[in-house]
């Protein structure tokens, strides 16, 4: 008898529906045939512990099965059930008649429980794409399917379960879950505010900005000056995560087996923080079976990188063309596999290897050749991408305690929409620009160009301050958003002067500075 049961090949945020087709006849042997992994070859085995420990067993007979098309590649174990369910159904065990109406997918422990899988949210939206009644998913990856309207989608917790529902022996329900509801309930209670820090008043107009304009940032300064602090707040001030961009970012996490099971669509935008001794995989993604890395796990919203020239060399260069392309291009043998990217960077380093350089309360220890290679680590096309420098230093103890909460981050965030809004309507004949960190010079010309004399005066502070060529256009950048804030349609010296001031990394004289 043949059968066919309905799953799904993962590949990046691709799916593709694949059919399983079980065929039995006289004989004792199992073919796999279709493209299938290591992974999805060792079903076999789990199968059958799962069948025998649940009281049933392996059809003694010749098994052929075939996963088709099989020019698509088939990995991980999401197979294990809908393999499972054929084989069952091929031998008169399980009701065939309402197969085809369901996708499955799960894989199989040896006592016939359901692992949860990568990649539900995806294969949800595939399943309703292709017209399937249903998917039947394991219990731990309901909310994420679930997320997906106008497909019943169930969640189980063991083989027997499914076999039971295609039996129709127990009844099950589908799971409607109001995500949407959930989602703009959640979207703006950020736990870390703006308010919990104190004074700083500099630094986080630099943060406010970052976010009205979506620029780079990184913050220079000693240990314990709230660099941490200041950066993990940053999401609670970037406008609202929206519903298509949180379908986006959701679908990442999922792909990558991130999202708890208590969580459905991703509420707020991500923040990742990953340590510095992170490798280029992990980074930016890739493996056997290429997984989405921490730059597009923290797409749509803030990638932080801690002490930044502590990372190695080769890490650092593989950021270069994720921050410019805003989407990273896995290269297999045989196929690629992209992720999307578009994260704000914000980067944090010490002045200097001792971490005190400039600090008034503690003696550097580092020479002058020191500080400059360090500073070096961060090389010039890097920086090249870092439109906002700033420097901060530690508020002491003694002060912190006196001083008064700081604006809380619901009042920044307003100012930075209103900014956001000015940038959307500047560029809505532009396809993919959205903010003015993301405009090209030719872009830069036509909407931020100063007035003679706010341009008399910014060559003047880069011979003074002896700044590099390339910090040219990202002040103008920075000043267009500064311009934003503050509803001005041209940009002004004002805001040129407030930029130039953005610009300290560029200066040739950072180690006999003296700040
Ligand atoms: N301005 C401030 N207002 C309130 N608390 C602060 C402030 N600055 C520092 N703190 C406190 O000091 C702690 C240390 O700050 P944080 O870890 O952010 O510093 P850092 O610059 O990241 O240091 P490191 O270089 O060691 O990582 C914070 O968790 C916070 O409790
Ligand atoms: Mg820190
Ligand atoms: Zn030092």
Redesign the pocket.
Known sequence: MLVKTYCAAVNGLDVNTVTCEVSMSRGVQFHLTGLADTAVKESYDRIKAALVNNGLKMPSMDITINLAPADIKKEGSGYDLPLAIGILAANGKVESEHLEQYMLVGELGLDGKLQPIRGALPIAIRARKEKFKGLIVPQQNIREAAVVNNLEVYGMETLMDVVHFFNGTTTYEPTIIDTRREFYEQQNQYELDFS?????ESVKRALEVAAAGGHNLI?I????????????RLPSILPPLSLAESLETTQIHSVAGKISRDTSLISQRPFRAPHHTISQVALVGGGNNPQPGEISLAHNGVLFL??MPELSRAVLEVLRQPLEDRKITISRAKYNVEYPSSFMLIA?M?PCPC?YYGDPTHNCVCTPGQIQRYMNKISGPLLDRIDIHCE?Q??PFSE?SQ?QP?EPSATIRERVIRARKIQEERFKNFKGIHCNAMMTEKMLHQYAEPDTASLDMLRMAMEKLKLSARAYSRILKVARTIADLEGSENVLSQHIAEAIGYRNLDRGDWAERGI
Do not use: C, F, T, Y
């Not at 300064?221 to 993990?232: D, H, N, Y």
């Open positions: 919990d820090v104190r004074g700083q913050m300064g000693p240990p314990g000056s709230g660099k941490s602090m200041l950066a993990k801690d002490e944090s010490n971490g901060i530690a508020v912190l001083m700081g």
